[in-house]
C-alpha cells in the first residue's frame, strides 16, 4: 500500500514552464512504472508520459519536446518537467505508478490527488 502526493501545480502564460513532482510513501513496495496523466475540460483523461524501471520513456505525442519526465528511485519521486506550455495543456495532471507488494509480489496501480496546471494570458 502506497500513497501519492502531487505538487508543483499553478498559473502560468503561456510559453512559461511548471514542474510537477509525485512523492510516493508507504512500506514493503517496489515501483515498476510511474506515470503522468492529465484530463482537459470536457476530455478524457489521456496518459502524457510514463517511465520504467529501466528508464525507458515514452510520451504522448503532443507534449513530445516540451516535458521531460524522470524519476528518482531513491527518493521514489517521479519529475515532470514542463516547458513552453501551452493553453491546450491546461488540465489536472495526476501522477500514477504502478508497483508490487514486497511480500505478496501482488501488483496494483496507484493515483494521487491531481494537481492543477492552467495555462493562460
Known amino acids: 500500500q502506497i500513497q501519492l502526493v502531487e505538487s508543483g501545480g499553478g498559473s502560468v502564460q503561456p510559453g512559461g514552464s511548471l514542474r510537477l513532482s509525485c512523492a510516493a510513501s508507504?512500506?514493503?513496495?517496489?515501483?515498476?512504472?510511474m506515470a503522468w496523466y492529465r484530463q482537459a475540460p470536457g476530455k478524457q483523461r489521456e496518459l502524457v508520459a510514463h517511465?520504467?524501471?529501466?528508464?525507458?520513456?515514452n510520451y504522448a505525442d503532443s507534449v513530445k519536446g516540451r516535458f521531460t519526465i524522470s524519476r528518482s528511485n531513491a527518493k521514489n519521486t517521479s519529475y515532470l518537467q514542463m516547458n513552453s506550455l501551452k493553453p491546450e495543456d491546461t488540465g489536472v495532471y495526476s501522477c500514477?505508478?504502478?508497483?508490487?507488494?514486497?511480500?505478496?509480489?501482488?501488483?496494483?496501480?496507484?493515483w494521487g490527488q491531481g494537481t492543477q496546471v492552467t495555462v493562460s494570458s
Open positions: 508507504g512500506t514493503s513496495f517496489s515501483i515498476i512504472v
Open positions: 500514477n505508478a504502478r508497483a508490487y507488494d514486497q511480500r505478496t509480489m501482488r501488483p496494483d496501480d496507484y
Open positions: 517511465i520504467n524501471g529501466g528508464g525507458g520513456i
